[in-house]
């Protein structure tokens, strides 16, 4: 079946503009997790969806970054006046409810930002 | 706090075992994991396994767990090219929070 999917898979944007990443996961996962991979680096988790509640965004690093889930499927990752420092590999990952122990990751959108 | 430490480069020649090391500070993690890495791709969950076991095997792929020392390792039989990727231990921690803490990710060339 189709696995967790990321749009766009990269983005340039210039510094001090808005941008969106989306991510549509696993069909039927309840869980949705976005995590952040600088170079060199393991990824970071930022924010975690239970249906359409985040659960818990302590990962976000700023109020720049925001989340939305509005219908439990489909979330989208908004970052406002973009720092260099943003530029990064965005995952997203989905779990099911019954098998939460297990995140599966989708292929990533690389932000840069000049 | 939480911390995941693995060494960074590992050299394995084609048809040997890989071991790759993994060390973790969060003594109330549920499950821990590995996950490969390839060049421009996503993660791909290889393994895990409970924090109430000491070994799990999957065909080519064993992974052993020391809760006392906090130790994690995945070994990788007749290693092949195929295999030449990053691997990120994780681990996950008790209570309500789903979030995985990865590692820095191990770099593995397998030679021919």
């Known amino acids: 079946g189709a696995g967790v999917s990321q749009t766009p898979s990269n983005k340039v944007t210039e510094k001090g503009k808005y941008v969106e990443l989306r991510c549509d996961p696993i069909?039927?996962?309840?869980?949705l997790y976005w995590y952040r991979q600088s170079l060199g680096q393991g990824p970071e988790f930022l924010i975690y969806?239970?249906?359409?509640?985040?659960?818990?965004d302590s990962g976000l690093p700023n109020d720049r970054f925001f989340a939305v889930r509005p219908e439990g499927s489909v979330s989208t990752l908004k970052i406002q006046r973009t720092e260099r420092g943003d530029s990064a590999v965005y995952l997203c990952?989905?779990?099911?409810?019954?098998?939460?122990?297990?995140?599966?990751f989708g292929p990533g959108t690389r932000l840069t930002v000049l | 706090g939480e911390d995941v430490e693995q060494s960074l480069f590992l050299s394995v020649r084609e048809g040997d075992s890989s071991v790759i090391n993994c060390t973790y500070t969060?003594?109330?993690?549920?499950?821990l994991y590995w996950y490969k890495q390839e060049p421009g791709a996503g993660l791909q969950l290889l393994t895990y396994?409970?924090?109430?076991?000491d070994m799990k095997q999957d065909q080519r792929l064993t992974v052993l767990l020391n809760k006392k020392d906090k130790h994690l390792s995945l070994r990788i039989a007749d290693t092949q090219t195929g295999d030449s990727a990053i691997y990120f231990c994780?681990?996950?921690?008790?209570?309500?929070?789903?979030?995985?803490?990865f590692g820095s990710g191990t770099q593995l060339t397998v030679l021919p």
């Open positions: 990952a989905s779990s099911s409810s019954a098998g939460d122990n297990e995140q599966f």
């Open positions: 069909s039927g996962h309840t869980a």
């Open positions: 969806f239970q249906g359409t509640g985040a659960a818990d």
């Open positions: 969060d003594s109330s993690s549920t499950y």
């Open positions: 396994i409970f924090s109430n076991m």
């Open positions: 994780a681990e996950r921690a008790r209570g309500s929070a789903r979030q995985l803490t």
